[in-house]
């Protein structure tokens, strides 16, 4: 009786449900996991592009995790208000966060994010660790070229000597100096900058012999050297490579967070001048921008122009300081009820920023 009963409502069963089943469910469940083996199929296959999004704001005049961005000590420094925004880029692509097809499909339907290919930011047979070495150095970089420039600006002497950080092989330096000489001169004039040398050779004809005076572990050396034609400007080369050592007065320290490469470098740069001199430098107002700074105060491009003026929209800014060499991108995207203002130096900067907090920021360059 129990197994003609079993067998009886078996039947039924597998006739009506499918086992217990609904015909429609089960067409559903199977529909349901070939969508997730897809989906996981899709996120184990990789796309060779790199795909910028807008990343968070970051007040160079607050704090990181509670501790300052900006702190100094051995000098007086005076009270700021408003806000200098970095703002940042979310990245994704190379070794270290490749996208999969899954991210690139996503990604089209963002009208934030910009798809473009891995290697625009990626070098090949490059590993994830040194992409992260490199971010690393160009943050530090960057954050002693803004103490440099924003002391500078602020009339304060900062000591700098420069020395051979490369030397090119077969170049007529090749001969002569080695890493770690400090150069003093060149044919008599004093290397009191970085920029000193470029601008001593470009005067002098190729094929001429200069005079080098270096210091090499402490003992002084006259080198005569033949240049060669600079075949990328106008002058001479030696073939070495100047790398510029400072001595700064007191001690600046940039806390930055867990953020990399160098397109920080002018807002760095504006926040420790906005300390160092009285008064409040924004006048309250909230600004945000972005560029890399050079030791002569020149601001450079930096790469997601578009996302970052997003996020600095997004963080409440209204005002965007953009190099003048990412006009060109920036044209076209700008957030509605962002103000933004085409800058090419430190000194230009300053005086926006000045321009705006004084309520004359009217007819300043835009992009």
Known sequence: MTTSYDARDAGRAGNSRLG????????????????????????????????????????????????????ISGHPT???SGSLDFTTVSLAG??????????????????????VPADEYFPKNV?????????????????QTAQVVALRQADIQVPETVSVGLVSPGSPAAKYLKVGDVVRSINGTALARLATARAVLDKVSPGSTVTVQVTRAGTPLTLRIKTEKNTQGSGSLLGFYPVP????????????????GP????MFTLAIYDKLTPGSLTGGKR??????????????????????????????????LAPASDCNEAHGHIPSGLTVIRISSFAQAVAAVEKVAAGQGAGLPSC
Do not use: C
């Open 127 to 143: 590993t994830s660790k040194q992409v992260q070495q490199q971010d690393t150095t160009d943050m530090a970089d960057s954050q």
């Open 94 to 115: 190379g070794p270290q966060y490749p996208v999969s097809v899954w991210e690139w499909a996503i990604a089209h339907l963002n009208s934030n994010a910009q798809i």
């Open 245 to 260: 050592n400072y001595t700064l007065p007191f001690k600046v320290d940039v806390n930055a967070g867990d953020v990399g």
């Open 287 to 320: 600004f945000a921008g972005t560029g890399t700074i050079s030791e002569d105060g020149s601001v450079g491009p930096i790469g997601g122009i578009r996302q970052k003026m997003v996020g600095a929209h997004d963080s409440g800014a209204t005002y965007f």
């Open 20 to 71: 217990g089943l609904r015909p429609r469910t089960v067409v559903w469940l199977v529909f349901a996991v070939v969508v997730v083996l897809a989906v996981a199929a899709l996120n184990l296959i990789h796309v060779p592009v790199a795909i910028l999004r807008p990343g968070p704001a970051q007040n160079t005049l607050g704090a990181v995790d509670g501790k300052p961005v900006i702190s």
């Open 263 to 266: 397109s920080a470098g002018n």
């Open 78 to 80: 005076y009270p700021t």
